[in-house]
């Protein structure tokens, strides 16, 4: 009797297989399905054929799994060159026995059919370089040439089905990319076939700023993002920006650092930022935002952290001789490493690549401050739609790995509640600059919106760019009315003069008062002596009575006794 | 590395090299250098070779050199010429450089192929 065996059947999902793609791995969540075939589609220039290359070579490079690249397209020795750039070396892969590489080239004008064909040169070419390399993963670039090439297409189609069986059949993970098609994912449908996932890369132009897509349309068995993602190809290779969803889990920090303003901290609860907040500070042209910037970026270097500074108006010589008058020496943090600056225009690049640059410098730097200075600047006409996305990313980015991030925004309006870039619930901390015209002159002022988690002055202070610093100036609270600039000195001057007036009103008063007093005083003395007098007077009248009255007696006694009488 | 549905049987070949005819130099018409490529031994590969022997041998008689070969066998020829489909007839020459994909059913696109005839 054979025991049957139970079939245990483990419940578990499709294997994945990372690319090694910074981002598309998280998008995928682990990468594409091990063992099947990824459908890549695109139009032209869309950086396909850089993705699969990418696939290969960070296969091999990073995972140690070897790899076939055939190109339809490309020659392999133009291929090799694109990606020396990145710092991929083909040949030396190819000398090592790891990648094997296979240019197919189907010329149309050199083909005729004559009945029926298969594609069995291509399988045992390609079996031929997987058995060669012992590969896992394969890349065929672009698949399309073939439909160029062979006119039959029904035969081609039976093909290729047949080929996406057969590389799942030989265990390889395999990418294939292909052209996009009008109104469709692919010029051939070839979705039809490759149905395990479905990548789509886009390039778009929106007003005159290019920027690049990534969207896993489908993957069978798994979880994906479904949204569109930013990409961007740099010298890094492609990199694709993950962060979409605000994911309100960060590490939250008690700790504070300084505004680099020692009454600007007084005003936020006495100690200044939190770290790893975000503060935004807005302000109409003129108002020294970029001096709060450096500010703070001076304190955070005094502090020992270090600080990028994107500057995206003034070049880094610039920016650094403008804080130095104002007292603000950034120039000593930068060779110790604490202080870094990158400056750039903002219509250099797309705004998806400003953010592909940041995460890159933040990954290169590791700073722990951020500033930005300013992010409206990032927003041409009609763009603000993206601009708010991509800042939305970029805090959510900086905040997920703790970062204090300083963003400026200039405001057309003088009200702070008017700022351009409607980020403001993103923001923790929110400073407003505006200035007041009044007596011929223009003033700063500032005042904190918001500062969540601490208590914060509600006062709105005078903002001072002096040569030796920023200083705010405690409010004038005087007669119910802020005041600033000359004619707050005037009215504090007009307050003292007003003061020694009545002071000196008091001291006449008082000496007239003391006057008085003593007069007084002087007549209770002449009183009390007449007083005195009197009591004096009055004994000696009495005494002189008794004596009087004593001495009668006796004149009589001697009376009597002279006389003789009895 | 079958990538036939069938694959190809271990012990027969189809690989041996056919040189029909001498190297005669005809005096106005050209000399030809043909390939026939096929993928084991199916359907497709013996009518392929089947026509491609009898078209050389009726219009090409006496100036003609075809090798027939097994990818199969021989996988790093396939990379070299380029071949894709099987079978595939290439003509070496004359130049310039031709080439032919099916089982070689259709006569008449093959004498147009090779130059043989000229279109109607």
Not at chain 1, 412 to 439: P, Y
Request: proline fraction near 3%; charge should be positive.
């Amino acid at each position: 009797m054979t025991k049957v065996q139970s079939p245990r059947v483990k419940l578990r999902g499709i294997r994945k297989c990372p690319t090694g793609i910074r981002g598309l791995d998280e998008i995928t969540e682990g990468g594409l399905p091990r063992g099947r075939a990824t459908l890549v589609c695109g139009g032209p220039g869309c950086g396909k054929t850089l993705l699969a290359t990418e696939f290969i070579a960070r296969g091999i490079l990073d995972f140690g799994e070897p790899g076939v690249f055939v190109s339809f397209e490309e020659p392999i020795g133009d291929l090799t060159a694109n990606v020396a750039s990145l710092g991929i070396d083909l040949s030396d892969l190819r000398k090592r026995g790891l990648l094997a590489m296979d240019e197919v080239r189907v010329e149309r004008s050199e083909i005729e059919e004559s009945g029926e064909y298969d594609l069995d040169g291509l399988f045992i070419r390609l079996g031929g370089l997987i058995d060669e390399v012992k590969a896992k993963r394969v890349a065929l670039d672009t698949i399309d040439g073939l439909f160029d090439g062979l006119p039959n297409e029904a035969i081609l189609r039976a093909e290729l089905r047949r080929l996406f069986r057969w590389l799942k059949a030989k265990g390889v993970t395999s990418i294939v990319t292909a052209e996009q098609g009008d109104g469709a994912l692919t010029r051939h449908g070839l979705e039809e076939y490759v149905s395990d996932c479905v990548i789509r890369l886009d390039h778009r132009v929106k007003s005159q700023i290019a920027t690049r897509r990534l969207r896993v349309v489908k993957y069978r068995g798994s979880q994906h993002r479904t949204n569109e993602y930013p990409t961007m190809i740099n010298s890094k290779g492609l990199s694709v920006l993950p962060i979409t969803s605000l994911g309100l889990s960060y590490p939250v920090s008690k700790a504070r650092i300084s505004t680099g303003i020692r009454k600007l901290d007084s005003m936020l609860g006495g100690k200044g930022y939190y770290l790893g907040s975000s503060i935004l500070v807005s302000g109409s042209a003129g108002t020294g935002k970029t001096s709060l910037a450096a500010a703070f970026a001076d304190s955070a270097c005094r502090a020992g952290r270090k600080c990028l500074y994107v500057s995206f108006e003034e070049s880094p010589e610039q920016l650094l001789r403008n804080m130095a008058s104002i007292g603000f020496d950034l120039k000593h943090w930068i060779p110790r490493a604490l202080l870094q600056f990158r400056s750039q225009r903002v219509t250099l690049y797309g705004l998806e690549n400003h953010l592909a640059n940041l995460h890159q410098w933040v990954e290169e730097f590791s700073p722990s401050t951020v500033i930005m200075d300013p992010i409206t600047s990032l927003g041409g006409e009609g763009l603000i739609d993206e601009v708010e996305a991509m800042l939305t990313r970029t805090i959510d980015y900086l905040k997920g790995r703790g970062i204090t991030a300083f963003f400026t925004t200039l405001s057309k309006s003088a009200q702070a509640e008017g700022s351009e870039v409607s980020i403001s619930s993103l923001i923790d901390t929110w400073l407003h600059l505006r200035t007041f015209e009044s007596g011929g002159e223009r003033s700063r002022g500032l005042v904190v919106i918001k500062s969540r988690g601490m208590a914060h002055s509600n006062q709105v202070r005078e903002f001072l760019l002096t040569d030796k610093g920023v200083t705010l100036r405690d409010p004038y609270v005087g007669s119910g009315q802020v005041l600033m600039g000359s004619s707050r000195e005037v009215q504090e001057a007009r307050d003292r003069d007003g003061a020694a007036e009545a002071k000196q009103g008091f001291e006449k008063n008082q000496g007239e008062m003391e006057g008085a007093r003593q007069r007084l005083e002087a007549e209770i003395a002449a009183m009390r002596l007449r007083l005195k007098n009197l009591g004096g007077e009055m004994k000696a009248a009495d005494d002189r009575e008794r004596l009087r009255a004593t001495r009668l007696s006796q004149e009589r006694r001697q009376l009597r006794i002279s006389r003789k009488a009895d | 590395m079958s990538a036939k549905k069938e694959g190809a049987p271990a012990g027969r070949k189809v690989s041996r090299t056919h040189l029909r005819g001498t190297a005669t130099r005809g005096k106005r018409r050209p000399r030809y250098v043909l390939k026939l490529y096929v993928a084991g031994v199916n359907r497709k590969s013996t009518e392929a070779i089947r026509a491609i022997t009898e078209l050389c041998d009726e219009y090409l008689k006496g100036r003609y050199q075809l090798a027939i070969i097994d990818i199969y066998q021989q996988p790093t020829l396939a990379q070299g010429e380029q071949i894709i489909a099987a079978p595939t007839l290439i003509r070496k020459l004359p130049l310039p450089l031709r080439m032919l994909v099916g089982d070689m059913t259709e006569r008449d696109r093959i004498l147009v192929g090779l130059d043989l005839r000229p279109p109607s």
